[in-house]
């Protein structure tokens, strides 16, 4: 059913998500069916994961398909009937799309229409690869304004903060090269750096960032190519890091030479933190490769995201970038460069910043009101994930089915596991659901506990 000849001159991920919503729309492929796992996909279309991975996100984003998580990808049921889901449908604490009636979606229709009028010849053919001369520029003063000082040669566009991390890890990452990973981190990471066959060292994440200590005695034995972070609202637990650790990173990459990834999807808002400067505004010694992700703050559909390379890296990252995708539509380039030099890009992201804050700040005393000294609840001071943990020797896997027969969605906490050692957390994602609906969701997780600590100890644990 999935087999086709590739366009060789037409992105792989946009023509695998075209096929897989014909055969939506045509009905070969049905409500509910199950689409085939990431790496049985890619396989057998003879293509990288990330292209599926792509392909499922674009669906999931135009609603498509549906994740389960623990269990997989399914045709959703609005997009294969036509109809709008329910009022009191499934609730979805488990995905990072933000709704989009919090977006300048009229403004951004401006930005595109500004861009087509500029010129229209040039936005449909391939830029130079590392992106448009006009929108790096803008970038520059972007950063700038976060304390990021660089320059447009050390700029490159990419299409989301995802593809970033497989640009770094094809530019940088040989077989069997160690790289530092947090525990527990972002998962979409996690299978970037399995697919270069690299090894893995998990160094736990603390209140205030990375175990430093167990860090530097990692440091003394062996000596890693990388290390990956989110130092700000970290995925999954929310954490920031202290600003002792930001700096101390630093000077562990600089005296014990090696590359720092840092992942930035919404360092722009503070929320409750003492400190939400990146980890590259603190880097003098060029040790941070710095990848930023408009995600969270404008339309996840845009796939737009940036990376800052130290000098050094710079020709095989661009080399790398070209192999991924050719280049970042300039459309959508362009189209951001219209809205953030010709629109009030500032009191955009105030405006996100209340949002965000608003919803984040109810979620955090609601969730700590209706669950505190029931779950474990990993402290954090801002972002759109809570982290949290059932008693030990419960299942988060188990929770997780147990819960969407409840008709709430939730991610189980493994697989942000290298190692599939810690499977009593779970995560809750804010992006979506509106207060009332998250409050309604939290009621329903707390009505639930006993029934399901309950069931699981009379079926052995195994829901």
């Not at 972002?383 to 969407?404: K, T």
Request: hydrophobic share 35%.
């Amino acid at each position: 059913m999935y087999k086709f000849e590739f366009d060789k001159n037409g992105k792989k991920y946009i023509q695998v998500y075209n096929v897989i919503k014909n055969l939506i729309l045509e009905g070969s492929l049905v409500r509910d069916e199950k689409l085939p796992p990431i790496r049985k996909l890619a396989d057998l279309l003879g293509i990288n994961s990330v292209t599926v991975v792509k392909a499922y996100e674009l669906l999931e984003n135009e609603g498509y398909l549906i994740k389960r998580p623990g269990s997989g990808c399914y045709v959703s049921k609005m997009k294969s009937t036509g109809s709008v889901p329910e009022k009191n449908g499934l609730y979805r604490l488990d995905t990072g799309n933000p709704s989009a009636d919090i977006f300048p979606i009229d403004d951004f229709k401006k930005a595109v229409n500004m861009a087509l009028d500029d010129d229209l010849a040039s936005l449909f053919n391939y830029d130079d690869g590392n992106g448009i001369y006009e929108l790096k520029q803008v970038m520059v003063y972007y950063l700038a304004k976060h304390r990021i000082e660089t320059s447009i040669d050390n700029i490159i566009i990419t299409s989301g903060g995802q593809q970033g991390i497989d640009i770094i890890s094809k530019s940088l990452l040989s077989y069997s090269d160690l790289v530092f990973i947090e525990e527990p981190t972002y998962s979409g990471a996690i299978e970037v750096l399995k697919m270069r066959n690299t090894k893995l060292v998990s160094i736990p994440i603390l209140e205030d960032g990375i175990d430093i200590g167990l860090l530097k005695m990692k440091l003394e034995k062996i000596r890693p190519k990388l290390l990956y972070v989110m130092p700000n609202f970290h995925n999954p637990t929310g954490i920031s890091y202290s600003e002792y650790k930001k700096k101390k990173l630093i000077e562990l990459a600089e005296e014990y030479n090696f590359y720092i990834l840092e992942d930035d999807f919404i360092s722009d808002f503070k929320f409750m933190s003492e400190n939400n400067r990146t980890l590259k505004s603190y880097d003098s010694h060029n040790r941070v490769i710095y990848i930023k992700s408009f995600s969270k703050i404008l339309m996840p559909g845009l796939r737009m995201g940036i990376m800052v390379v130290p000098t050094e890296l710079v020709e095989r990252t661009i080399l790398s970038k070209h192999s991924s995708d050719i280049s970042t539509s300039p459309l959508i380039q362009k189209s951001l460069y219209y809205y953030m030099s010709k629109f009030d890009w500032d009191k955009h992201t105030l405006d996100m910043e209340k949002i965000y804050t608003d919803k984040f700040l109810e979620t955090y005393k609601y969730i700590n009101k209706k669950l505190g000294g029931r779950l474990t609840i990993i402290k954090n001071k801002g972002g759109i994930n809570f982290f949290l943990g059932l008693n030990r020797g419960f299942s988060s896997r188990n929770f997780v089915n147990f819960m969407y027969n409840k008709k709430v969605a939730l991610q189980p906490g493994y697989i942000y596991y290298d190692l599939d050692i810690e499977d009593r957390f779970f995560r809750i994602n804010i992006s979506r659901e509106s207060v009332d609906r998250i409050k309604e969701a939290v009621d329903i997780i707390s009505d639930s506990l006993d029934e399901f600590y309950t069931l699981s100890r009379i079926e052995g644990k195994s829901l």
